[in-house]
């Protein structure tokens, strides 16, 4: 389970591209030269990764803001 997100929310949902459902994986997110680790959804078969929008309009806005002010 994310730390940040409840995935769950999004459990059935498929993928784009293969049609597949999303499964649960670590993805490493890259911003302005730093990396971190994020339980997301991801597709099994083309890795494509889904992220929610309450992950990318509330936390990783705050992790933006937080690594453009250093």
Known sequence: MSQY??????EG????DCGIPLAPGKVDISYL????????LQCPQCGLVFIPEELALGKMNEVEKALEDK
């Open 33 to 40: 030269g730093n990396s971190f680790p994020v339980e997301l």
């Open 13 to 16: 949902w498929e993928c784009a």
């Open 5 to 10: 997100v409840d995935l769950s929310d999004y």
